[in-house]
């Protein structure tokens, strides 16, 4: 199995915050992945009770749960506090928030607790694998369903020929193969998991609206080894240049491998079946619970 990067998830943590604000203005890939991941459950006979959003940003998908199935509560966990203060309330008429602020190779929850696990756009930030799917297979029931999307190994890899002109350094992280996930995710005691994946194309007027994008939704070198210290005006000048040399009748190109995966729940995980995290806390009036922070 191909090793992940390895993350600095405090830098992580400090860039979704930065993003939260302006982030559902620069996410239109991850919005139109989280649609299509939502349309999935529509191949699956599901009545949930508790459904949980691992990474759930500013909460596209916890609103998708809800509206599929209006009965289930739906908690969003994050590592970013500021993107938990941007999901929905729980009723329209309450200011509390189903919302977690956690990492999700720890999850906050008792074995067997959740229907169902989905997450969008988020499992990419993993640094463990194994041990995130074996926290999942724990807090699924048995015949629970996780359903996810992340990248691939071919994601951004514009970004990764322009970074190459300029030094041997890593500037993008690695992203695991499909097949590599499956195999985590049998390796966690999930069942049955499907795979597949898609390419998915952006274009871009101007080297400037890309990264505008990039950065707006919290994407940055985050790898420990990173090179320390800021890039210099040279060498950020070449990589601009040949990010731009890459463009096809004016527009540049930026490719993203979107992999979904699919498994079910066994009621057993490499873990223990109780979590020794504790149980869940929800925020009120759009703050994290303290417990929870």
Known sequence: MSSPTVFDLDRVRSRFNRAADAYDRHAAVQQEVGRRLDERFGWLKLDPERVLDLGAGTGQMVRAMRSRYPKARVIGLDLAESMLRHLPRERWWSRRRLAVAADMHALPFAGGSM???????????????????????????????????????????EIRRAWAEVDAAPHVHH?????????????????????????????????????????????????????????????????????????????????YEIVYGLAWGTGVSPLASESVHGRYGVSTAGEPAPDDA
Request: aromatic fraction near 8%; charge should be negative; hydrophobic fraction near 45%.
């Open 115 to 157: 229907d169902v696990v989905v997450s969008n756009f988020a499992l990419q930030w993993s640094d463990r694998p194994e041990a995130l799917f074996a926290e999942v297979a724990r807090v699924l029931a048995a015949s629970g369903v996780f359903s996810f999307t992340t990248l691939g190994p071919d994601s951004l890899q």
């Open 175 to 255: 992203f695991m193969d499909m097949h590599d996930l499956g195999d985590a995710l049998v390796g966690a005691m999930l069942a049955d998991p499907v795979m597949d994946r898609e390419t998915v194309t952006v274009t871009y007027p101007t080297v400037d609206a890309l990264l505008a994008d990039l950065r707006g939704v919290g994407v940055g070198n985050a790898q420990r080894g990173r090179t320390s210290g800021m890039t210099g005006p040279r060498a950020w000048r070449r990589f601009r240049e040949a990010l731009a040399a890459q463009a096809v009748d004016g527009q540049i190109p930026l490719t």
